[in-house]
């Protein structure tokens, strides 16, 4: 397994719509394998592959946060086919906008049909902090990042200090 390197905003690649995947194999594996490292790595609960700059639409989530009762899931073409109506709020964070938390208001429960690790159709209901992350990775797959749903004014104060980050960690020469 490899980490790879997760894009942080701004950066267009982010802002791609990802493309659903033909069929499962070893190299969409491999891919899921390494997405769950470099999320571990990087003490996320849940990383879309468009993060580490592969435009499918995989997601790999484990919300267990407990490091000897590991949970990884994977879901490879996503679908949300029911929403609540009633909303909840949870303070988001998101590996390719560092250090950066809001409240978002999303759907409460949702329920998903996917592809599973091995191209298994599968229909899952979610709700609470799994719902919510569920829905912030399918928006990855549509170019979406949770500061869109900000104010004009919060979202540009965020991507400014980003792009000061930015300058100054590509300056840095190892
Ligand atoms: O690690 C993550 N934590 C998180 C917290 C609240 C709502 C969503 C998330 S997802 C985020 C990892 C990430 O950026 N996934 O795309
Ligand atoms: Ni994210």
Do not use: W
């Amino acid at each position: 397994m490899t980490i790879r390197k997760i894009l942080t905003e701004p950066n267009k690649i982010l802002r791609q719509i990802s493309k659903p995947v033909k069929k499962v194999e070893d190299e969409e594996r491999k891919l899921m394998d390494d997405m769950l490292e470099t999320m571990y790595s990087a003490n996320g609960i849940g990383l879309a592959a468009i993060q580490v700059g592969i435009p499918k639409r995989i997601i790999v989530l484990d919300i267990s946060r407990k490091e000897d009762q590991k949970n990884p899931m994977f879901f490879v073409n996503p679908l949300i086919i029911n929403k609540n109506k009633e909303q909840n709020t949870y303070e988001e964070g998101c590996l390719s906008v560092p250090d950066q938390f809001a409240e978002i208001d999303r759907p409460s429960k949702c329920e998903i049909e996917y592809l599973d690790y091995y191209g298994k159709k599968q229909i899952l209901k979610a709700e609470g902090l799994l719902a919510t992350c569920i829905q912030h990775e399918f928006d990855h797959l549509e170019g979406i990042l949770f500061i869109d749903y900000l104010s004009k004014l919060k979202k540009n104060i965020i991507i400014k200090k980003l792009s000061k980050q930015k300058v100054k960690s590509d300056r840095i020469v190892v």
